[in-house]
Structure formats: structure tokens, C-alpha cells
């Protein structure tokens, strides 16, 4: 399937990409093992090496399973070229290392996810290399730090754990203006709720861990994008060896099939178990873009097409009630990962923002009692009834003075 624009996301999700890939007549795109590929013709070889004819050498370049997965996902993000890593964080920071060098300067905000984070604080500056982080949501500050000139503009909405919203276009607007690469984080979102280059944007990243493979059994990583960025970022890790590997591809291509049905389901189900926990009096707050007290409800409102499955909420007793309430879910994992079928619960301090100090995550205003829940496809009635006996025994034990 090509990129023909009349075709609806959900049946691109199921069919696209994988066509060019089928082989003796199979349905379904096989996992090529193979490292590398032989060759009869000494003059084909030296062809496709040179990139002068298509086809695989080696595994770390290449792979027919792993370029079906780039073909997918470059299709579902209307983008020109996809290039894939063995995780999102090899996608982040092969990106920025192809984009950036010593003396240029970057523009982004405070609350990008954790490990990203650890880049724009501790690597990028020891490369001499200017960060300048911004208060998320305030656009004012953000126009005036790129007027001030960029090599890249960083951004990530909505934001992992708090899910905070910032205006691509606006912000796309702005980075274009001083020649900046405009380079965001659609992870939260997924290709389903938001496209980032129909507003601008350059690049666009994914953990492919997440929400695309959904089912908590594969690493990967993607940037999508115009060839000619994409192909400069994919030679840097061709060199670097941050490949995603082969069974990795196939899992998170199947995955891939029923993007639009989970993530459909996790946007319904993240809403109405936000809206039941604002009426609840252990929760302090709870911050999901859906709700219209959110912040950055209304720019959401127009930049996404669902508010997507993820959500975080603020405990009374912090700490010690978030160690009485998670233990109670039944139907929840309590682990350092989300977008998966299964509800993920764990606090920002073992998950998202494990790397940072208490102080540190208190800048950013994630308070220690914050639980990112990342909303799985169970019924959403078994979801809240589950929550709400995990409060019960938390209201009974008294632990904390509510
Ligand atoms: C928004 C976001 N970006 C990137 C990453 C990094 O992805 P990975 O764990 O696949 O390296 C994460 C991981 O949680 C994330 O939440």
C-alpha cells in the first residue's frame, strides 16, 4: 500500500508496508534472521553496497523485516522515510548527535521523559553543546529563547508523566523562522491521535516500545521524516549499531496491526476513569489533556484527534499512600513501561523520572505521589471498580490522614 491520503489510518495500520516484503506467497512478513547477504555477482554486490541498487548486505545496515516496520510506521506519520532503532532512546540520541555539534545550541522544554532528559543535562553539555531548557507551556518563553537562535528545536507533547501540551504548530512556526530542525516526541500521542509534520514539524520520534508495539514484549525506536534527514540520521547509526533487531521488528509490525482499535479503546477508557477519579478525595489531581481543567486542554483539543491513553494523578499521603494504593490493583502491572494492552501503574520516582533527584522532579512539578497510569484495553468498568477497592482499602487501613 502506498500513501494514498483517502485511506483511513486503521486500514493503513493493517495493511501498509508490508506488501514489497511478502515472500512464497505467505501473508505475512517473515523475520529474516540472516546477518548478512550473498552475493554470485561480484558487480551486484559492489552495486547494492554503494547504495546504487537496492537490497541488504549486512544486518546492522539492513534488514526486509525491520524496513517493513520503517515502511509502516513512515505511512501511518505521512512521512517521506522512517529509519529504526534498537530502542527509543537510540532513536533520541542517534537523532541529536546526527543533528548537533559542539558550539550549536538547542532549544526544549523542562519535562521532557527522563532519559531524554539525562541527555539535555549531563551528555549534551559535556560536548560543549548549549541546552536551553524551557517551562513547558509557556510559549512566550519558547518563541523567545529560538528568536534567540537554534541548531534544533526539542519538543514532546504530551509530555511523559504529566502529560503537559505544547502547540507544534505554533512552536514549528518558530524554529522554522531561524532555520532550526524541529524535532518531536510523539510517543504519548501515537500516529493515531496526532501527526506532528502536518504542522511543520521535521522529525518526528516514537519509542516503538510503547503504544506502536503495545504489547510489552519488544524494544524499538523510529524517527520519521524527509529522505534526505532521515537518510544523514540513518548513516549515523548504520556506524553507531544501534540497529532494532529483526524479531523485534516483527512483533511490534504485528503490534502495529491493531494500533487504531487500542488505541481508540485507551483513549475512551483513560476519559472516563479521569473523569471518576476527579470525584475522588484521596486524589489531589489529576492531570489528563481529555479534561477541560487541563491546562492544555484546548490546544490538544485542536492539534490531537484523541487525548490518548495516558494520564497521571496526584495521591493525598504521597509516597506512603501511593505504597498502599498500587499493590491493591488487581488488574494493573505495576512497571517502568506504558502502551501496552495490560494497565501499567508506577510512580514518575521508579519510572519516568527514576534518573532525577526528588528536587529535580520537583521543578518540574511531579510531586512523589504521582502515579502515571497508562490505560490498557480491559473493560473500563473492571479498570475503575478495580481503582476504586484499591481507595477503599486505602480509606480503611487510614494510613494517611485524608
Ligand atoms: C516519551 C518517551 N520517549 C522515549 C522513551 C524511551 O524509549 P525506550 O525505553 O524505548 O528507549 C520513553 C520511555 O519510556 C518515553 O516515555
Not at 501515537?190 to 506502536?212: E, M, Y
Request: overall charge negative; some cysteine; proline content about 4%.
Amino acid at each position: 500500500m502506498t500513501e494514498n491520503k483517502n485511506i483511513n489510518i486503521g486500514t493503513k495500520s493493517v495493511w501498509a508496508g508490508e506488501k514489497d516484503y511478502l515472500v512464497h506467497g505467505a501473508s505475512q512478513v517473515p523475520v529474516v534472521h540472516s546477518v548478512a547477504y550473498t552475493y554470485e555477482d561480484m558487480d551486484e554486490w559492489y552495486e547494492v553496497a554503494t547504495g546504487k541498487r537496492a537490497g541488504h548486505i549486512y544486518g546492522r545496515n539492513t534488514n526486509p523485516t525491520v524496513q517493513a516496520f520503517e515502511d509502516k510506521i513512515k505511512i501511518l506519520e505521512g512521512a517521506e522515510a522512517a529509519t529504526s532503532f534498537s530502542t527509543g532512546m537510540a532513536a533520541i540520541s542517534d537523532t541529536l548527535s546526527t543533528l548537533l555539534v559542539p558550539g550549536d545550541r538547542i532549544v526544549t522544554i523542562k519535562d521532557t521523559y527522563g532519559g531524554t532528559n539525562k541527555i539535555f543535562t549531563e551528555f549534551l553539555p559535556r560536548l560543549n553543546i548549549e541546552v536551553q531548557l524551557c517551562e513547558t507551556g509557556n510559549h512566550e518563553d519558547l518563541e523567545a529563547e529560538i528568536a534567540k537562535g537554534c541548531k534544533v528545536l526539542y519538543l514532546e507533547t504530551p509530555t511523559n508523566p504529566t502529560v503537559k501540551i505544547t502547540d507544534i504548530e505554533r512552536m514549528a512556526r518558530a524554529g522554522k523562522a531561524v532555520g532550526a530542525t524541529v524535532v518531536i516526541d510523539n510517543t504519548f500521542a501515537t500516529p493515531i491521535n496526532q501527526n506532528p509534520l502536518n504542522f511543520g514539524v521535521d522529525l518526528v520520534i516514537h519509542s516503538a516500545t510503547k503504544f506502536l508495539g503495545g504489547h510489552a514484549d519488544a524494544l524499538g525506536g523510529v524517527v520519521c521524516g524527509s529522505k534526505e534527514l532521515v537518510e544523514k540520521i540513518y548513516h549515523y547509526r548504520e556506524i553507531n549499531g544501534a540497529t532494532m533487531d529483526p524479531m523485534a521488528a516483527y512483533l511490534i509490525l504485528r503490534g502495529m496491526k491493531t494500533l487504531h482499535l487500542r488505541v481508540k479503546q485507551q483513549c475512551e477508557s483513560a476519559m472516563k476513569i479521569a473523569k471518576y477519579l476527579q470525584t475522588v478525595d484521596i486524589v489531589e489531581a489529576v492531570y489528563y489533556p481529555g479534561l477541560e481543567t487541563h491546562p492544555g486542554h484546548d490546544i490538544a483539543k485542536k492539534q490531537m484527534s484523541g487525548f490518548g491513553g495516558m494520564f497521571s494523578f496526584a495521591v493525598k499521603g504521597g509516597v506512603d499512600t501511593v505504597r498502599d494504593l498500587l499493590p491493591q490493583l488487581k488488574f494493573a502491572n505495576r512497571a517502568a513501561n506504558l502502551g501496552a494492552v495490560e494497565t501499567t501503574v508506577g510512580p514518575a520516582r521508579t519510572t519516568s523520572h527514576v534518573e532525577c533527584t526528588p528536587e529535580e522532579r520537583a521543578a518540574v512539578g511531579i510531586p512523589e505521589g504521582l502515579i502515571r497510569y497508562s490505560t490498557g484495553i480491559e473493560d473500563v468498568e473492571d479498570l475503575i471498580a478495580d481503582l476504586q477497592q484499591a481507595f477503599e482499602y486505602v480509606a480503611q487501613k487510614n494510613s494517611v490522614k485524608l
